[in-house]
């Protein structure tokens, strides 16, 4: 594969949340469209995606999680400014108290 193109992503942020068991579909619902799908709206963002997992039937597949956010940059320097925009702050502030687990995996393309 080749370098990236100026309209590519080089630098992916893919999170995986793991809520509280007693977490209601209301509060999933709004954290899935209110909080991820406001997230993917950031400045910094060039493409973002969330969702459930797909509860894929294979050993390899992990599909213990209940909403993964994957957000593509154009550099790595913009997944900084994102870290640091007061939306995002806003985000974690509003929904920490829903999830017992974050796991963050970040990639350089």
């Given at each position: 594969m080749g370098k990236p193109?100026?309209?590519?992503?080089?630098?992916?942020?893919?999170?995986?949340?793991?809520?509280?068991?007693?977490v209601t579909e209301d509060?999933?619902?709004?954290?899935?469209?209110?909080?991820?799908?406001?997230?993917?709206?950031?400045?910094?963002?060039?493409?973002?995606?969330?969702?459930?997992?797909?509860?894929?039937?294979?050993?390899?597949?992990?599909?213990?999680?209940?909403?993964?956010?994957?957000?593509?940059?154009?550099?790595?320097?913009?997944?900084?400014?994102?870290?640091?925009?007061?939306?995002?702050?806003?985000?974690?502030?509003?929904?920490?108290?829903?999830?017992?687990?974050?796991?963050?995996?970040?990639?350089?393309i």
């Amino acid at each position: 594969m080749g370098k990236p193109t100026n309209d590519e992503a080089t630098f992916i942020h893919t999170v995986f949340f793991w809520l509280h068991e007693e977490v209601t579909e209301d509060q999933k619902s709004d954290f899935e469209l209110n909080g991820l799908g406001e997230l993917i709206k950031l400045k910094d963002v060039h493409r973002g995606y969330y969702g459930r997992p797909a509860m894929t039937p294979r050993d390899v597949v992990d599909n213990s999680y209940d909403f993964a956010l994957v957000c593509h940059f154009k550099s790595a320097a913009e997944q900084d400014l994102y870290q640091v925009d007061p939306d995002h702050d806003v985000f974690v502030d509003k929904y920490k108290g829903l999830w017992k687990k974050v796991q963050v995996y970040d990639t350089l393309i």
